[in-house]
């Protein structure tokens, strides 16, 4: 067993460090904030963003990014905007070789590139391997079985990383079809807006099934448009993750949806916590409209979040799509 790094210790960081743990490595948790290091060290549970959970003895705590220089790879895990930035300072301190995994959802906003473009964009060169899946840090820190997908383009590399996170209650499936599996963890926190939109807005249950299936349609043909495998896109980071996704107010972005379709502003609705989809919606609709794919749910999200449609009227303009064949 070696040591793993990660960087970032909110709710997913400090559940897949927990993970590590468990799976008997030791583990450098970094957090930007050296009082929070501290706090973690002391009291051993990370109150504000995974409430009730005791770190695994084997995790040390640090706001020193030198402290991940000898670890076996690193999980990235602050939220898919701050890539940039956190690559770019990973890079003054990690080997070239040492891989950098991927594990927010979300797309740039400044430039509409997927993260592990911009990862490679940052530090040309080095592996980079993206973590995705249906899991709820809250479900995976308390050890409820969950399974995900790692992709990488090395192959071997990506069966040690999925080997290396694996355990008893945490199965990580790999793949070589990074673009897929980026994709669908992106993608689909757009749609459960919608979905969270129509279980607050009171549509039903039918309205909800619909909008996954159709926005799996989505998910599918954005995936091809931008080379991700459509294999991918069926598996646990795509169809899987949009029904977790869009299943429950746990997810963030369901709960987001659901306080708009109950009238709150988008700002209300948020509540101070991270809502991936909000700000990868434009991102994801421009992509799409730049390749000709058709994403009408997606857009309808894009433009309910703008102020430029309210979510009646969403609804209506979905519902009143010229009839055509089922693809
Ligand atoms: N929570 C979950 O169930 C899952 C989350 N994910 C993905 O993981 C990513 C992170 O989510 P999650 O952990 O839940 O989010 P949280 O809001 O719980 O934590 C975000 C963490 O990132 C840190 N952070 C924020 N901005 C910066 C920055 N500029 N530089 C360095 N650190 C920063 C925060 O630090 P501070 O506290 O100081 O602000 C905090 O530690 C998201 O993309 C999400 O989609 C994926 C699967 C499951
Ligand atoms: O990605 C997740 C589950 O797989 C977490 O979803 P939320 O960010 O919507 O809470």
Not at 105 to 119: C, F, H, N, W
Not at 165 to 193: M, W
Not at 256 to 274: C, D, I, N, V
Not at 300 to 305: I, T
Request: charged share 20%; proline share 4%; hydrophobic share 45%.
């Amino acid at each position: 067993m070696g040591t793993i790094g990660i960087a970032g210790a909110g709710a997913w960081g400090t559940a897949l460090a927990n993970v590590a743990g468990l799976g008997g490595h030791d583990v450098i948790l970094w957090t930007r904030s050296p009082e929070q290091a501290k706090t973690l060290a002391a009291t051993r549970i990370n109150e504000r963003l995974l409430p009730g959970i005791l770190l695994h003895d084997r995790i040390r705590p640090t706001s020193d990014l030198h402290d991940l220089v000898a670890t076996d790879f690193v999980l990235l895990v602050t939220p898919a905007q701050t890539t940039r930035e956190m690559t770019a300072a990973l890079a003054t301190v990690l080997p070239r070789e040492t891989a950098l995994v991927l594990c927010a959802k979300g797309i740039e906003r400044e430039t509409g590139m997927l993260l592990t473009d911009v990862a490679e964009d940052v530090r040309p060169g080095s592996p980079v391997a993206a973590l995705s899946g249906p899991s709820f840090a809250d479900d995976v820190a308390r050890g409820l079985p969950t399974a995900v997908t790692l992709a990488c383009r090395n192959p071997a590399l990506a069966e040690d990383i999925a080997t290396a996170l694996s355990g008893p209650t945490f199965r990580v499936y790999h793949r070589t079809d990074l673009r897929g599996v980026e994709i669908g963890g992106a993608a689909k926190n757009v749609l459960a807006i919608a979905c969270g939109a129509v279980a607050g807005r009171g549509l039903g249950e039918s309205a909800k099934a619909a909008l996954i299936a159709r926005g799996f349609a989505e998910l599918l043909r954005f995936a091809r448009a931008y080379g991700g495998e459509a294999e991918t896109l069926m598996g646990l980071s795509g169809l899987g993750d949009l029904v977790l996704t869009c299943s429950t107010a746990q997810s963030r972005n369901f709960a987001f949806g659901q306080r708009l379709g109950e009238g709150l502003s988008p700002e209300e609705a948020a509540g101070g916590k991270l809502v991936e989809g909000a700000t990868t919606a434009r991102a994801l609709v421009a992509l799409a409209r730049a390749r000709g794919v058709d994403m009408p749910i997606a857009e309808a999200v894009e433009r309910v979040l703008s102020g430029t449609s309210t979510i009646d009227q969403a609804v209506d303009a979905l519902m009143n799509r010229p009839i055509k064949s089922e693809h």
